[in-house]
């Protein structure tokens, strides 16, 4: 009896049944990949599969997701966070965070749709624009809408709190204090490191 090949996955669901023809997709340029499979892909990068794995897609996932201690440098524009910066200290009211019972002014770094810095100045009526964002949100470049950043800050979403009005450095210099004098000095990016595990994150702050 002739045999007869058997019918390519189209839709991630029934890609685990066919790891062989998921394999031999992901090799295929961009442009000849089905759509479902560049959805799932987005901003990921392929690394090796083997000829042998059961289950291409978790294999994409897995490398492109961040385990163990990580290392991460974010870049954005010094005008727009300070802009944001400047919004949240000029607030009279204040957004807390996970674990905060003080409002104060900061800045909150975002990890979800892309990663993004924002004031956590409480607006009157905190009006979003037309994409259905909240104002004096600053993306990180590289990481905008639609962009997963899972490869370089793991994969679970966060907000962390960045106190914007206590001391952070040794001569008693806020991040606002930082932020000012940086523009006025004619710096234009803002770095933001993290060196972090599943039990910590120690964040350092550049500008440039």
């Known amino acids: 009896m002739p045999k007869h090949a058997s019918a390519a996955p189209d839709s991630v669901e029934a890609a685990m049944n066919h790891p062989k023809q998921v394999r031999q997709m992901l090799a295929l340029p961009a442009d000849q ?40 440098t974010l870049v954005f524009p010094l005008a727009k966070v300070l802009a944001a910066a400047e919004h949240a200290a000029a607030a009279d009211r204040h957004k807390l965070g996970y674990g905060e019972d003080e409002a104060a002014p900061r800045l909150w770094w975002v990890k979800d749709d892309g990663t993004y810095l924002m004031s956590n100045g409480q607006d009157p009526t905190d009006t979003r624009d037309d994409n259905g964002r909240l104002p004096h949100v600053v993306y990180a470049d590289g990481w905008g809408p639609g962009t997963d950043a899972r ?20 001569d008693g210099t806020t991040l606002l204090g930082m932020l000012r004098e940086a523009a006025n000095h004619g710096a234009t990016r803002f770095l933001l490191k993290a060196a972090f595990d599943d039990t910590y994150m120690d964040l350092t702050y550049i500008t440039k």
Do not use: C, H
């Open 151 to 170: 490869s370089i800050l793991g994969g679970d979403d966060f907000r962390e709190s960045l106190d914007l009005t206590t001391p952070v450095f040794e």
């Open 33 to 72: 990949r089905p759509d479902w499979l560049n959805e799932f892909l987005g901003t990921m990068t392929i690394p090796p599969i083997s000829d042998t794995s059961t289950n291409p897609l978790l294999d994409v996932l897995a490398a492109n997701t961040a385990y163990g201690q990580k290392n991460a």
